[in-house]
Nanobody
Framework: QVQLVESGGGLVKAGGSLGLSCAAS????????MGWFRQTPGKEREFVAA????????YYADSVKGRFTVSRDIAKNTLYLHMDSLRPEDTAVYYC???????????????????WGQGTQVTVSS
């Protein structure tokens, strides 16, 4: 069983930066993958970014590419999301997700991830 706890959300002005963390407990194998999704009221959960635990290979949604950076610290079993040049449309609840074993392809669907954190609110004011 994997448990995920996010932290670091908050309120920031447009153009600003914010960092999120996700502490994982439980076993995520070296072939596993961890990711970030976000959701706004009335919309489906949207893929933001993911990173392979072993290789560090990262994947990004087009909407955040060049602005967001996903990374992981294996020793701390922690996932990070650094967000720059934030826009009001980035406002959402951000969720951390994990999959213990993953094949060599991007996992960008919410149904690909069996483990989820509780979410943390990110609000970007204009």
């Amino acid at each position: 069983q994997v448990q995920l706890v996010e932290s670091g959300g908050g309120l920031v002005k447009a153009g600003g930066s914010l960092g999120l963390s996700c502490a994982a407990s439980g076993v995520i194998g070296s072939s596993g993958i961890m990711g970030w999704f976000r959701q706004t009221p009335g919309k489906e959960r949207e893929f933001v970014a993911a990173v392979r635990r072993g290789t560090g290979t990262a994947y990004y949604a087009d909407s955040v590419k060049g602005r967001f950076t996903v990374s992981r610290d294996i020793a701390k079993n922690t996932l990070y999301l650094h967000m720059d040049s934030l826009r009001p449309e980035d406002t959402a609840v951000y969720y951390c997700a994990a999959r213990a074993v993953a094949r060599d392809r991007p996992y960008t669907g919410s149904s690909d991830y069996p483990y989820w954190g509780q979410g943390t609110q990110v609000t970007v004011s204009s």
